[in-house]
């Protein structure tokens, strides 16, 4: 598959692009999921997203949006290629259709399964997609470890796996975003860690995070989540959500603070996309996403606005305050 031009490779984590303030929230690159546009056509998806003035889209290949198995692959790719540059957005994949890969079990078979051969081939699928996309990240989670599989096992499973996706990802340039997941077999940050030290620390391996399971379930401040992974930020996934329930709200419903969040994704230097994850809200996209960018427009003015304030008044020999915990 080709494109009819590439795309620009992002910024490496930690980097800040010429003509880009670091620390800046205003600078943030906002996109939005398409497993929150599941009732429209993809190109009607994209077209209000962009509409909206989001930047950016988190393309999740499913049965109706891409498809990664049906007939005429390249053909599909190219014309998503076209839309995309036409709207200005940028992409990054995701692969977390629910049952694309068989119809009776969600998200089945993972890496974790006796076989795992139709979720190998669907990753490599989804790199060589993003490959032709011009991706910035393509975005990939571990599963549910079946009962009958051991701990060990799954986890032997995994690396094998994991290992070759990144094969994959090294032959297509493409940057992987491993996403821990509330319930999986890696479902926070030390797992993620863990996986990255097994792999042997590739360098296309990085993180894809989610806000809203910093709050759910990690042991830090929502902000201090996003500094402990900064170096191997790729990809960033963003919702609200409740102390220890697994469930993406719209912003502001949850307990989330989201302008030190913000700022702290700033001050990391991170400028890929910031994308909005609400994959329960299909039903009134149009409404929800017009809210959204609202509230993260404000939240960033809000944490920009912070960030000035406290470099003007701080002393020049002051140490620099530690982010506000988030109660738990």
């Not at 999921?33 to 998806?45: E, M, P, S, W, Y």
């Not at 290992?163 to 999986?184: I, K, S």
């Not at 949850?254 to 991170?270: K, R, S, T």
């Amino acid at each position: 598959m080709t494109v009819p031009q590439a795309r620009p490779a992002p910024p490496a984590a930690g980097a800040t692009p010429p003509g880009l303030p670091a620390g800046d929230a205003t600078t943030l690159r906002l996109g939005y999921g398409t497993n929150g546009f599941n009732n429209h056509r993809l190109d009607d998806a994209l077209a209000v997203i962009a509409d909206l003035g989001y930047v950016g889209v988190a393309l999740t290949l499913d049965h109706d949006y891409l498809d990664p198995f049906a007939p005429g692959l390249p053909r599909r790719v190219a014309a998503v290629s076209r839309r995309l540059h036409e709207l200005g957005l940028a992409v990054v994949i995701e692969t977390g259709a629910r049952y694309l890969l068989d119809p009776w079990h969600k998200h089945a078979p993972t890496l974790l399964h006796d076989d795992p051969t139709r979720r190998i081939e669907f990753l490599r699928r989804a790199v060589r997609i993003g490959a032709d996309l011009g991706a910035e990240a393509v975005s990939f989670w571990a599963g549910v470890r079946p009962e009958s599989v051991s701990p060990q096992c799954a986890w032997d499973r995994l690396v094998a796996g994991c290992a070759t996706v990144v094969d994959a990802a090294d032959t297509a340039g493409v940057t992987l975003g491993f996403e821990p997941e509330p319930g999986m077999l890696v479902q926070d940050i030390a797992d993620w860690r863990r996986l990255r030290a097994a792999l042997g620390d590739p360098a296309r391996f990085g993180i894809t995070l989610d806000i809203g399971h910093c709050r759910c379930l990690e042991p830090w401040p929502v902000p201090q989540c996003v500094t402990e992974v900064a170096a191997h930020l790729v990809n960033v996934q963003i919702d609200d959500m409740r102390r220890g329930v697994h469930e993406h709200l719209e912003f502001g419903v949850g307990e989330i603070d989201f302008p030190p969040v913000l700022a702290a994704l700033a001050a990391a230097g991170y400028r890929g996309l910031v994308a909005v994850e609400l994959p329960r809200d299909s039903h009134a996209a149009p409404a929800v996403a017009a809210r959204s960018i609202e509230f993260l427009r404000a939240a960033a003015e809000a944490a920009a606005g912070h960030s000035a304030r406290t470099l003007c008044s701080a002393p020049a020999d002051a140490t620099p305050a530690t982010d506000t915990p988030v109660h738990m």
